[in-house]
């Protein structure tokens, strides 16, 4: 503990041994927290992932990282801030070695066409008010086959991917990382993310197939809007796709 806190540059950091979800223990404590408070942990009872999915939480091999931010601007610009969470994921992950990391829209990353880590922004606030938000990082660095049985989509870890990082430094420089890019999106929104964006889209210029319950919608994919909404081309014509419920996958 005292090894990450030296490394972070100011703030507060929790490391628990066993927690049912590092987002809940935030999410219970939201009232005393202050922007940039996070916490990780060695093992995740329930950890969990969106619309109610289960996260694999093995215990000590991966990251389980979460952190509180008040957004100012209220709930509205929850969508770009999970994007900017994944842009921060992936350039702290290539800056340790990993070159190949990439993100998937909304708020998945990728290595190898593979699912490497998951991102869940959990809020509350009315619009017009300012909300309060827990983002948690789960990044896959060690784990094993058994403990991922359940997992039903292609995965992988950073060591399979021949990838060794210290998990203080990594959590440290997520930490870090996430404070400095969340309160520039503050100050400026989105754009001086867009670009970065499109430099670590794992699926840019691809086929890809959006799920939206039960309809299949093909297209190009070909990046983010200045909003956030993803852009699918379809026969020469583009247009922007918004939605927690909307699932990208390769054609
Ligand atoms: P979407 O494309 O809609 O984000 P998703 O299938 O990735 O879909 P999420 O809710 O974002 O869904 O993530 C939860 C899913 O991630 C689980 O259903 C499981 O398939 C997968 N998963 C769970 N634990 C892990 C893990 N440790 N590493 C990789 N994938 C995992
Ligand atoms: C997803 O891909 O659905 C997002 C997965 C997010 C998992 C992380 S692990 C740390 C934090 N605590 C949780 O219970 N979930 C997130």
Same mark, same amino acid.
Do not use: H
């Given at each position: 503990?005292?090894?990450?806190?030296?490394? =972070?540059? $100011?703030?507060?950091?929790?490391?628990?041994?066993?927690?049912?979800? +590092?987002?809940?223990?935030?999410?219970?404590?939201?009232?005393?927290?202050?922007?940039?408070?996070?916490?990780?942990?060695?093992?995740?009872?329930?950890?969990?992932?969106?619309?109610?999915?289960?996260?694999?939480?093995?215990?000590?091999?991966?990251?389980?990282?979460?952190?509180?931010?008040?957004?100012?601007?209220?709930?509205?610009?929850?969508?770009? !801030?999970? !994007?900017?969470?994944?842009?921060?994921?992936?350039?702290?992950?290539?800056?340790?070695?990993?070159?190949?990391?990439?993100?998937?829209? @909304?708020?998945?990353?990728?290595?190898?066409?593979?699912?490497?880590? %998951?991102?869940?922004?959990? =809020? +509350?606030?009315? +619009? %017009?008010?300012?909300?309060?938000?827990?983002?948690?990082?789960?990044?896959?660095?060690?784990?094993?086959?058994?403990?991922?049985?359940?997992? $039903?989509?292609?995965?992988?870890?950073?060591?399979?991917?021949?990838?060794?990082? $210290?998990?203080?430094?990594?959590?440290?420089?997520?930490?870090?990382?996430?404070?400095?890019?969340?309160?520039?999106?503050?100050?400026?929104?989105?754009? @001086?993310?867009?670009?970065?964006?499109?430099?670590?889209?794992?699926?840019?210029?691809? @086929?890809?197939?959006? !799920?939206?319950?039960?309809?299949?919608?093909?297209?190009?994919?070909? %990046?983010?809007?200045?909003?956030?909404?993803?852009?699918?081309?379809?026969? %020469?014509?583009?247009?922007?796709?918004?939605?927690?419920?909307?699932?990208?996958?390769?054609?």
């Amino acid at each position: 503990e005292d090894e990450i806190n030296a490394q =972070l540059d $100011n703030g507060r950091l929790a490391v628990i041994p066993v927690i049912d979800s +590092t987002n809940q223990y935030l999410l219970d404590r939201m009232d005393r927290l202050q922007s940039g408070d996070a916490c990780v942990a060695e093992y995740q009872q329930a950890g969990r992932g969106r619309r109610g999915r289960q996260w694999i939480s093995p215990f000590g091999v991966n990251l389980y990282l979460s952190m509180y931010w008040r957004l100012e601007q209220g709930p509205a610009a929850a969508m770009g !801030l999970s !994007l900017v969470i994944g842009i921060v994921l992936a350039e702290a992950l290539q800056e340790l070695g990993a070159a190949n990391v990439r993100v998937k829209w @909304p708020n998945d990353i990728y290595l190898e066409d593979r699912k490497l880590a %998951g991102i869940l922004v959990e =809020l +509350t606030g009315k +619009t %017009g008010d300012a909300a309060q938000i827990v983002i948690g990082a789960g990044i896959n660095l060690g784990m094993r086959a058994p403990a991922a049985e359940a997992i $039903n989509q292609g995965w992988i870890n950073l060591q399979e991917a021949g990838v060794t990082v $210290n998990r203080n430094a990594l959590s440290a420089r997520i930490v870090n990382k996430l404070r400095s890019a969340l309160a520039q999106f503050e100050q400026d929104g989105l754009t @001086p993310f867009v670009g970065r964006w499109a430099r670590l889209d794992n699926f840019i210029d691809r @086929p890809v197939k959006l !799920l939206i319950g039960d309809r299949e919608i093909f297209g190009i994919a070909r %990046g983010i809007d200045q909003q956030g909404g993803l852009i699918l081309e379809q026969n %020469g014509v583009k247009k922007s796709w918004v939605g927690g419920e909307i699932s990208l996958r390769p054609q």
